[in-house]
């Protein structure tokens, strides 16, 4: 079910400015990283998708470590662009998943074929918990794989039991994974939006 869509635009990389901004907030390190990432996307634009989800979902997954956005930005909730979660090294679930969908599309993967899923993770002994997962579909009705930075295998949805979808978005819309909602979606794009509009400022425009 879609709820909203949102227009598009082409995407692009500025990297001077990114490069300039990594540098000045994070130091050597900050730079030096975000010269690796633009590297990496370089290199993957053109490779079979596989190839394309697998080189960005290893670069984030080996590079940034998960830590709270309190443990982070001493705030209960905060969406990071990707220049901050790179400049730091350090991300929580969302995080992650913004910055490979952003990788993603910047390397030549189309974006409605990404979707960003809310999702319910249940571990052995624990509560489920709130977790986000990015998910590739090589066609609309196909099984999506699933790049996750706490299982670093991409897997098939189906072997990802542990999981359950609550709701899903990319840049054309939110679609509900069924008919009962409540007004976290809506918080949520909020944040989104957000985040789009903080990292064109930082130099990455994902084309939308």
């Given at each position: 079910?879609?709820?909203?869509?949102?227009?598009?635009?082409?995407?692009?990389?500025?990297?001077?400015?990114?490069?300039?901004?990594?540098?000045?907030?994070?130091?050597?390190?900050?730079?030096?990283?975000?010269?690796?990432?633009?590297?990496?996307?370089?290199?993957?634009?053109g490779k079979p998708t596989q190839q394309q989800l697998t080189r960005v979902n290893d670069f984030f997954n080996t590079r940034i470590?998960?830590?709270?956005?309190?443990?982070?930005?001493?705030?209960?909730?905060?969406?990071?662009?990707?220049?901050?979660?790179?400049?730091?090294?350090?991300?929580?679930?969302?995080?992650?998943?913004?910055?490979?969908?952003v990788s993603l599309i910047l390397a030549g993967v189309s974006p409605e074929s990404l979707r960003l899923i809310y999702v319910k993770?249940?571990?052995?002994?624990?509560?489920?918990?709130?977790?986000?997962?990015?998910?590739?579909?090589?066609?609309?009705?196909?099984?999506?794989?699933?790049?996750?930075?706490?299982?670093?295998?991409?897997?098939?949805?189906?072997?990802?039991?542990?999981?359950?979808?609550?709701?899903?978005?990319?840049?054309?819309?939110?679609?509900?994974?069924?008919?009962?909602?409540?007004?976290?979606?809506?918080?949520?794009?909020?944040?989104?939006?957000?985040?789009?509009?903080?990292?064109?400022?930082?130099?990455?425009?994902?084309?939308?």
């Open positions: 079910m879609l709820i909203f869509s949102l227009s598009l635009r082409s995407a692009g990389i500025d990297i001077d400015r990114l490069q300039r901004l990594a540098f000045e907030n994070y130091g050597d390190s900050g730079r030096e990283t975000v010269a690796k990432w633009h590297e990496m996307v370089g290199a993957t634009r470590r998960w830590l709270s956005d309190q443990d982070i930005y001493s705030v209960d909730d905060h969406w990071a662009t990707p220049l901050e979660t790179m400049g730091r090294l350090a991300g929580d679930c969302e995080d992650f998943v913004i910055a490979k969908y993770a249940r571990a052995p002994g624990r509560p489920p918990e709130a977790h986000m997962v990015l998910a590739w579909y090589e066609t609309p009705g196909s099984e999506p794989l699933i790049l996750d930075n706490m299982n670093l295998a991409i897997r098939p949805a189906s072997k990802r039991a542990d999981l359950t979808p609550i709701f899903s978005f990319n840049g054309d819309g939110l679609w509900l994974a069924s008919k009962k909602t409540n007004a976290t979606p809506v918080a949520r794009i909020t944040r989104w939006r957000l985040v789009l509009q903080t990292m064109r400022q930082e130099g990455i425009d994902p084309g939308f």
